[in-house]
């Protein structure tokens, strides 16, 4: 749990140190998921303009537009396999629940299990391969389903997190226009973090925040 709120401590604070680009990155998947199917490669710029900026590049507009051209494969891809497993998924919960059996609810559970496992996955999945260069997808998903089981718990608490945000910015409506890129920023920390772990000679992860005289114009 402490971990959890480490990581979304720090996406909170690195997100509004990049206000000025979170906004416009947002801005540009908002218009990108539109037309549905280019959901998975706009999702993928967006990680991509978060790892950029927090390595310390300078990112603009081209650079999103060029990510997006260049994970447009991949991400259709990884958009048409999300698809095909949820919405069947879904489509038998709902079923199962509208039985009425006990056996229905119990097996609509373990199912309803199976659906959050694999947005946890696709949570890992999607900056994995940025972060490792890696688009062969068994390798994603072994590598993916080896940090979702040994971390649960704090995966389950960043899911959680991440319903918050949304609920928030559900509420508050103006603050849509960062949603995506807080999501995404949340996700991607929270990879960083647990590499960290694995490798830190590779991957460094800032714990500390310090919120005090911030106040400064945003990137």
Known sequence: MKNAMTVFNRSLYDSYQMLGTMIWAT??????VLPIFTIGPATLALVSIIQQSSRG???????????????????????????????????????LI?????????????LLFGIVMWH??????????LEQDEKRFTILFKRAFKLFVEHFL????????????SIIC??????????AGIIAFLAYNALRYLLNQYEPE???????????????PWK
């Open 120 to 129: 946890c996955l696709m949570m890992y999945i999607i900056p994995l391969s």
């Open 27 to 32: 801005f540009f998947w908002w218009l990108c």
């Open 57 to 95: 590049a300078a990112v603009s507009p081209r650079d999103f537009w060029a990510s997006l051209r260049s994970h447009f494969t991949f991400g259709t891809k990884l958009l048409v396999l999300h698809v095909l497993i949820i919405f069947p998924g879904v489509v038998y919960f709902l079923t």
């Open 202 to 216: 590779h991957y460094s992860f800032e714990l500390e925040t310090n919120w005090r005289g911030i106040w400064r």
């Open 170 to 179: 559900s509420i508050i409506t103006i603050a849509l226009i960062i949603w």
């Open 98 to 110: 509208s039985m009425g059996h006990f056996l229905s609810y119990v097996i609509a559970i373990l």
């Open 154 to 165: 704090f995966t389950m608490n960043i899911v959680l997190y991440m319903v918050f945000i």
